[in-house]
């Protein structure tokens, strides 16, 4: 694993508009050049991709069930079988573009096991602090449109448990009814608490809700208000204590995405507040917060690929941030150890091949 010190920041210009049509996120964000490649944003930006889902739900949302028709349920598919077959597991050894550490705090950066990654796309992953659940976006191929994605029963939200140290076969995490269509991922999990992304049956577009944790599993799932999804301009979000960290392109800040912060007092939102310490002229988003509050974690554009970056906190006010990962590595997440996980993505003559989670275990 390369590991370097000092670095001279080298931001590419990208294009992150809440306003692009269908057409400009797949010929310009999705495929924007950075450098030598080409990100493909589709699942690296969870909430862009649903944009290019939400259309779906105009069609078939009409039909009424037969009383005699029984009640759906929820498909039992392994998603392992419906990896492309021609797409082989991409590991270390032969990775074109491998994450490279610029701290002393980790160790080498690994993939996790094959309860958690496979052949396909693993994204959007969140630990909770404990490190022994980890729940993830998953889809088996990352070629295909994300409008034909949503219809192969296995594409959404995942979830695995470590058991005596080993992490089980991840299992799928539902947030609809059985029956209908959504696509979700992107979760923050605070307590019995989630956030989490979603296109769905009802709704225009990609927008946020909140589930409760009852029973064993997530339920009461809510639209999180059109105060954050209108006027607040939520993206992806994180929740710690009554703060909700979340990136937009809102007006008012410095780049395409800023990391912006608004309280929650009851049921009542604050006016977002940019945190400018950390904000760029260009993109910064996918904000993480650890559990003490201390540390700030992000994703920004760094020499042409996705990079994360740490700001810490002193006294009321963050600092300035400094890199840890760079070379398409993005969405940070931690446990209470300090355990450092992260997406990777896979390229090869620029193109992206699939995707997984890996992990930088602190010294």
Not at 60 to 80: F, L, Q, V, W
Not at 148 to 173: F, H, M, Y
Not at 334 to 347: I, P, R, S, T
Request: glycine letters at 8%; charged letters at 20%; aromatic letters at 14%.
């Amino acid at each position: 694993m390369k590991r370097v010190s000092g670095f001279q920041q080298k931001q590419i210009k990208n294009c992150h508009e809440p306003a692009c049509t269908i057409d400009r996120c797949t010929n310009a964000n999705f495929n924007q050049p950075f450098g030598c490649h080409k990100i493909a944003w589709k699942i690296h930006d969870f909430f862009a991709m649903l944009f290019l889902v939400s259309s779906l739900f105009f069609f078939g949302c009409d039909d009424e069930k037969s009383e005699n028709e029984p009640p759906a349920t929820y498909p039992t598919i392994d998603r392992t079988t419906k990896l492309p077959p021609d797409i082989t597991k991409r590991i270390p050894q032969t990775d074109h573009h491998p994450p490279i550490l610029y701290s002393d705090e980790f160790e080498d950066p690994v993939p996790l096991p094959a309860g958690i990654n496979t052949s396909g796309g693993e994204d959007s992953p969140f630990i909770l602090p404990d490190g022994n659940t980890m729940y993830f976006f998953f889809t088996p191929d990352v070629r295909v449109p994300a409008e034909q994605q949503i219809l192969d029963s296995v594409t959404g939200l995942w979830v695995s448990l470590k058991v005596n140290n080993n992490w089980e076969p991840a299992t799928r995490c539902w947030l609809q009814e059985p029956g209908k269509l959504s696509m979700d991922g992107a979760v923050s999990i605070q307590g019995e608490e989630m956030w989490f992304a979603s296109v769905r049956e009802g709704y225009v577009g990609p927008n946020i809700f909140t589930a409760e944790w009852i029973v064993d599993k997530w339920t009461n799932w809510t639209y999180a208000g059109d105060r954050l999804m209108k006027e607040i301009q939520i993206g992806e979000v994180h929740i710690h204590g009554n703060d909700l960290y979340f990136h937009s392109a809102r007006t008012g800040g410095l780049g395409s995405y800023d990391i912006w912060i608004t309280t929650r007092n009851g049921d009542n939102w604050s006016d977002p507040v940019n945190i400018q310490t950390i904000n760029s002229s260009e993109m910064d988003g996918w904000p993480f917060v650890n559990s003490e509050g201390t540390e700030l974690w992000f994703t920004r554009v760094y020499l042409g690929t996705p990079a994360i970056f740490k700001s810490l906190k002193s006294e009321n006010s963050w600092g300035e941030p400094e890199i840890v990962l760079s070379q398409f590595a993005g969405e940070p997440t931690l446990d209470e150890a300090g355990n450092l996980y992260f997406v990777h993505h896979f390229y090869e003559n620029s193109v992206m091949i699939e995707a997984d989670i890996y992990v930088a275990f602190k010294k």
